[in-house]
C-alpha cells in the first residue's frame, strides 16, 4: 500500500498557480526574517516562470496547428 502511494506521489504536479502561491508564502516567510525562505522561494519562482513560459510556447504551437489546418487539410485532398 505504501508503495502505491509512493509511486502516485512521485507522479504528482503542483499547477503553476500552485506554485505560485507557494512562492508568495516563502517570500513572505523571508521577509519576516527566515533567510533560507527567501532561496525557496526564489526557485519557486524560478518555476514558475519556467513553466508559464512552456505554456504559452505550448499555445502558440497549438494556435499555429489550428490556423495551418484547413490548409493542411487542402493539401491532403490535393495529393490524392
Do not use: C, N, Y
Not at 516567510?29 to 526557485?43: H, L
Not at 508559464?52 to 504551437?61: F, G, I, L, M, P
Amino acid at each position: 500500500m505504501t508503495q502505491e502511494w509512493e509511486e502516485d506521489l512521485h507522479f504528482a504536479r503542483l499547477s503553476i498557480d500552485d506554485l505560485d502561491e507557494l512562492a508568495r508564502s516563502w517570500r513572505q516567510r523571508a521577509q519576516e526574517g527566515d533567510a533560507t525562505s527567501s532561496a525557496v522561494a526564489k526557485a519557486l519562482e524560478s518555476v514558475v516562470r519556467q513553466r508559464r513560459a512552456a505554456a504559452a510556447a505550448r499555445d502558440r504551437v497549438l494556435a499555429a496547428r489550428r490556423a495551418w489546418a484547413p490548409l493542411r487539410q487542402a493539401a491532403r485532398l490535393l495529393r490524392r
